[in-house]
């Protein structure tokens, strides 16, 4: 499994932007996908989660409420629509892929496949 992250950029508080990311490569129906963000000086954190089977989603609580995640089983895509951004949304966000997952799990050591990061900007 492969994951290519596009769509960072820069936006004012308030904004909106969309993150994708492109899955390829072998079978992936029992993955969930997930969406993590490093800021500088801190851990990578967990984002929000989506088993790719069923659509079930998980999101961590600051952002619930305000980004989406959803997968497109047709494009290979996995987005993350933010919205309201606040700067301290600001950070390298990935893409990760936990391949054999029965739950979706927070933790950076269950996701075996990384996209390169995507840097997401915030001003105030």
């Known amino acids: 499994v492969q994951l290519q992250a596009s769509g960072g950029g820069l936006v004012q508080a308030g904004g909106s932007l969309t993150v994708s990311c492109a899955v390829s490569?072998?079978?992936?129906?029992?993955?969930?996908m997930a969406w993590f963000r490093q800021a500088p000086g801190k851990e990578r954190e967990f984002v929000a989660g989506?088993?790719?089977?069923?659509?079930?989603?998980t999101y961590t609580d600051s952002v619930k409420g305000r980004f989406t995640i959803s997968r497109d089983s047709a494009k290979n895509t996995v987005d993350l629509q933010m919205n309201n951004l606040k700067p301290e949304d600001t950070a390298v966000y990935y893409c990760a892929a936990d391949l054999a997952a029965k739950f979706i799990v927070t933790k950076v050591g269950a996701y075996t496949k990384w996209g390169q990061g995507t840097q997401v900007t915030v001003s105030s």
């Open positions: 989506v088993f790719w089977s069923s659509g079930m989603t």
């Open positions: 490569g072998r079978a992936f129906s029992r993955s969930v």
